[in-house]
């Protein structure tokens, strides 16, 4: 898996084009229509360009757009970066290997992916490698949804079904697995898995007959829920313990030159953790509601109260030496890591000890 993911990186990063935007662009800078004097129209150019030089251009590139990632966005639309001086955009990769990619090639200041892509490109030699700084998420995003509603599921149930599963060396598939063995499940003789079906593709598969079970991201299980097609019985996330899902990287380089865009940036986001600690999955859904344009507001909060109710977010930002055994212990048991990678290297957690403060 991994040098699957070297060898795109090398080839990507020679031929990199810019990403697509995850959200249209809502803060362009406005132009007054009523100056009044030219003097006026002098100090608010005056006060524009301190403006500018108070701020600085910060481009994020995230893995994917996805209520599971709740509190960024509360502090993007809070105006959190903002108050830290940072001027954010927001790009989405679609995809660990492409966000990885713009970061390694400084298409991307900083990525918000899953943790395990920084220990594939240290274990393959990177010299200037990614660090991770700060970490979102604590669960895993995926649910087990059933054809019928099942209030006595135990894991032993999946035995001689047909699941839809994720893709091989992904993290959605790689936690499944590690669950069904923590049961004492063999994943390539007690049950049948499908992962040949595209991500974000499964939900429609399942809902049109394919498969006993099918493992889906929101809103694909609330979907399915929605239209009486599946039902939830598991939660990968609460099954599989605290594991580092999803983690903010920079190169080290980066990092090291830029200590203060760091802290300024974690702060912001601690910020967004703290407002999803103190308000309800109603408040904070109303709050992220413009970043999903095309989910309708009871749905953005039936499932970020899906997420809030198995505590998917942590009340700080520390990525913890724990978290991240844990994560290489799956890819371990995926067979997708040779060696284990030191927490030291891949780990910086002062500025998330600051900005917890």
Known sequence: MKKRIL????????????????TPDTNEGKVSKDSTSEEESATDSADEKTKDSETVKITLNEVAHSIFYAPMYVAIEK??????????????????DKTMTAVISGEADIGFMGSEASIYTYAEGAT??????????????????????????????????LVLGGRK???????????????GID???DLEINQNIDF?????????????????????????????????VASLGEDSGYVPYTAFSAKKSYIDNNPEIIQGFTNALQKGMDYVQE?????????IEPQFPETDLETITTIVTRYYEQDTWKSNLIFEQSS???????????????????????????FAAIAAQ
């Open 7 to 22: 060898a795109y990186l090398s080839a990507a990063v020679l031929s990199l084009s810019l990403l697509a935007g995850c």
């Open 79 to 96: 105006g959190y970066f903002e108050e830290e001086g940072i001027d954010l955009e927001l790009v989405c990769g679609f995809g660990a």
């Open 128 to 161: 200037d490698y990614v660090v991770n700084f700060a970490q979102l998420t604590q669960r895993a995003g995926n649910f087990l949804v059933a054809r019928e509603e099942m209030p006595d599921f135990t894991w032993d149930d999946l035995k001689g079904h």
């Open 169 to 183: 060396g992904g993290m959605p598939e790689m936690v499944f697995e590690y669950i069904l063995k923590e049961n």
């Open 187 to 189: 994943p390539e003789t």
């Open 200 to 232: 974000g593709s499964t939900a429609a598969a399942f809902s049109e007959g394919q498969g006993d079970f099918t493992v889906e991201f929101e809103p694909g299980a609330t979907t399915l829920e929605s239209e009486g097609k599946g039902y939830v």
């Open 279 to 287: 308000h309800t999955p109603e408040d904070i859904a109303s709050v």
């Open 324 to 350: 991240f055994e844990l994560l290489q212990d799956i890819l371990e048991s995926a067979g997708e890591l040779e060696e284990r990678v030191p927490y030291d290297d891949l780990v910086t957690t002062q």
